[in-house]
């Protein structure tokens, strides 16, 4: 098991924790959601979704949450899962990244979709 995030204590008054795929999904949305810069040991940890959010939506706008996303993924996350593929639509007000990879501790492939509204 691992530590949730965000961090909390359960009912039994412990730290509250999650099975390891969960846990490797919570990593994803923080690495996907830290603006870099954000953490003071770690400046250059984040891909700057945050910051592409609030462009007006476009093809443009999509490839560089992709490249930006993948570069991420691929860096900080490397070790615990190998990204099959990674597809960021923008259509109307709304970005959406659909994230297949294997997690590398136990061979199990996941998929998970993340949506944001982004601002015309």
Do not use: K
Not at 21 to 29: K, S, T
Not at 75 to 104: K, N, P
């Amino acid at each position: 098991m691992d530590i949730a995030f965000p961090f909390r204590i359960d009912a039994r008054g412990r730290t509250a924790d999650r099975d390891h795929p969960d846990h490797v999904r919570d990593m994803i949305e923080q690495l996907l959601f830290t603006t870099p810069g954000e953490r003071v040991n770690r400046p250059d940890f984040g891909c700057g979704l945050l910051d592409l959010v609030f462009e007006p939506d476009s093809v443009e706008l999509a490839a560089a949450l992709q490249v930006s996303a993948e570069g991420a993924l691929h860096r900080w996350l490397g070790d615990v899962i190998a990204v099959d593929s990674l597809q960021v639509t923008a259509q109307e007000s709304t970005l959406r990244i659909e994230l297949r990879y294997l997690l590398l501790a136990t061979g199990q492939v996941r998929t998970d979709v993340i949506e944001g509204s982004v601002a015309r």
